[in-house]
């Protein structure tokens, strides 16, 4: 059975419970009603590049994914690219290490946005999902649709919106 945060009442869903997109959403409307720094304060922290790793594709990635911690809850957002993309297997993407050796309290799996662009212009709508484990000390961001490979002056990005990890205490 759900339980709720005691500051916000933001729901959080047993550990038995699969995650339900509604209830993210409507964390996210409590959220949105309410002074995002006084929640996770004023400082964006940016991960650290030997904390972010490709997976089944070669390139340069491209740094902009911000995390705030405030008590169990980590605020994920930004966005990564990866210049001079080549794919090497299926499903290519990021893998990425909470900061401080934190881990996800629950398995999350949901959608989030990538795209490509190449000297032929953009193409926008590839799917991507961002994936944690329960205690895991990871979380990837990977495609759901195969990108090909591009020339030297494409890049395909990943926008990664808001997303709420709790995390183990």
Known sequence: M?????NLSLKKPAGTEDINVADINGNMEILDKHDVASVFGNGENNFAATSITLYNC???IGLGLRYHIAGDLCLIEG???ISNYTRTGANPGFTIYFPNSK???KRINIG???LTSNANGVRAG???RFMAEANGTTFKIDTTESYTNFDSNSRAVFQIFPIIVELTT
């Open 2 to 6: 759900a339980t709720y945060t005691s």
């Open 58 to 60: 070669t390139g340069t």
């Open 79 to 81: 966005r990564l690219s």
């Open 103 to 105: 881990k996800a309290k």
């Open 112 to 114: 989030c946005a990538g």
């Open 126 to 128: 590839e799917n991507a």
